[in-house]
């Protein structure tokens, strides 16, 4: 699939002595504009409580079936798939979001992000999301203290007790701050409950980062219970958490599984949204179009269902329709990075060159963190002879992915084409310092 982009992220060289015992598994990310639309949308009366700002912190989706959400640095918030498909409510999902930020807020991040470079780079995000994976790794590997590196590793993302009780507090001051019923904290921790009697190798993820105690699980129900029901919930945030998960299950299950449960979604678009989803993945692209018009005819000018609906004709080999439709999306889309590049890359498709460069640079310069955009942008900088550009668009996407020999080299070649101070020597140099720090270690 186009937006929900699987991107395969590689461990750096940092961690290898650590790994190199320890069957290695890559970290994933889906990047799909709807979902992260969804995700924003239920993400900001939780930050605007903790006193963030919605615009600076990105949540994004690890693709991993494990249960699972943790803080990358003050930028970004990752939960893993499986956790947006377990819960079932927004209350539920935003005590997720509101645990992770109050990690933010409260500052128990600072021993992690100390040392990093900008994040918002794609080098920057790239040693983040390969920290996470070596420790992923390295936890699957050694345990929880089986060892002195293993421990290191670990702490990249674990938080003491204490963080965790005093997250849990502010938590529910934040979800309370914001109305939204804090008993959807308790439903988050009573799926862990009884977890801590397991053996590491089967406890979730989350266990491993989030320590949780009896006496923590008893301090949030009572804080809740202080606190009160705020009332049936709010209507909207239910539909988008609805829609994010319709979404995400309808890409990761099977056609049939979907099409057996798509009379259980929400509401009708979410049933149509997901049974053209089910249709695409069987190749059948009248039903899988019939079932995104009638989503549209219910939503008109929706530019996520419109962004769908082009990457099913892209992917479906009708590249001037997909450029028509994604055209339209870009026009309601208030300028959705993804979505731009969607257009890009059909325009790529389509025999448009010129065209896509245009809407794949201003989607990078909206958000250089999309691998799928760097490779498009790549191939549209190389066909328009700007090989420079094309080597900065391919070391930023490298260094995203972690493979930062690759990254390295293409950055230097980058450096040696470009003026010297621009804006894109600059970002290359960037990915060169960050790969050759990583590759020291």
């Known amino acids: 699939m186009r937006g929900m982009l699987w991107v395969r992220l590689g461990l750096m060289a940092l961690c290898l002595a650590v790994m ?4 290695l598994r890559a970290l994933t990310v889906l990047r799909d504009a709807d979902i992260e639309y969804a995700l ?15 615009g600076n912190v990105r949540v994004l989706v690890v693709d991993d ?52 470079r900008n994040a918002r780079t794609a080098a920057g995000l790239g040693m983040i999301l390969a920290g996470v994976a070596a420790t992923q790794n390295a936890e699957a590997g050694f345990g929880i203290a089986a060892g002195t590196q293993s421990s290191v590793m670990r702490n990249f993302l674990a938080h003491t007790r204490a963080e965790e009780a ?83 299950s309808a890409f990761q299950r099977n056609p049939a599984w979907t099409l057996r449960r798509a009379g259980d979604s929400a509401s009708a678009d979410i049933r149509l949204m997901r049974e053209a989803v089910a249709h695409h ?31 099913i004709l892209l992917e479906s080999r009708q590249a001037p329709a997909a450029v028509a439709t994604y055209r339209q999306a870009v026009r309601f889309a208030g300028g959705n990075a993804l979505i731009l590049g969607g257009l890009g890359r059909a325009l790529l498709a389509a025999g448009e060159p010129r065209a896509a460069l245009e809407a794949l640079d201003r989607a990078r310069a909206r958000d250089g963190q999309d691998p799928r955009l760097l490779r498009d942008l790549a191939v549209a900088y190389a066909q328009s002879g700007q090989t420079g550009l094309a080597s900065v668009a391919t070391a930023e996407r490298y260094a995203l992915q972690g493979r930062l020999k690759d990254a390295k080299l293409h950055a230097d070649r ?24 990583a590759l020291r270690r």
């Open 414 to 437: 980058a450096m040696a084409l470009l003026p010297r101070g621009s804006s894109a020597w600059r970002r290359a140099e960037d990915v060169a310092i960050t790969a050759q720090a």
């Open 281 to 311: 993945k069987r190749a059948d692209l009248k039903k899988a179009l019939a079932a995104m018009d009638g989503a549209l005819r219910l939503r008109p000018n929706d530019p996520f269902l419109l962004d769908l609906k082009g990457q």
């Open 20 to 23: 190199a015992a320890t069957p």
């Open 166 to 248: 005093a997250a849990d507090q502010s938590a529910v001051r934040y979800m309370v701050r914001a109305g939204i019923d804090p008993q959807g904290a308790v439903e988050v921790m009573e799926i862990f409950r009884g977890q801590e009697a397991l053996s590491v190798a089967r406890q979730d993820p989350y266990m491993l980062s989030h320590p949780m105690s009896r006496d923590r699980l008893r301090a949030l129900k009572g804080a809740a219970a202080a606190y009160g029901s705020d009332g049936p919930g709010n209507p909207a945030a239910e539909y988008w958490f609805q829609r994010a998960k319709g979404k995400l």
């Open 40 to 54: 924003g949308e239920l993400a900001k009366p939780i930050f605007t409580a903790a006193g963030l700002s919605p």
């Open 65 to 116: 079936p494990s249960l699972n959400a943790f803080v990358g640095d003050y930028a970004h918030v990752l939960i893993h798939s499986g956790m947006i498909l377990k819960l079932d409510s927004a209350r539920a999902l935003q005590a997720v979001l509101a645990h992770e930020a109050a990690h933010i807020a409260n500052g128990h991040i600072s021993r992690r992000v100390a040392n990093m």
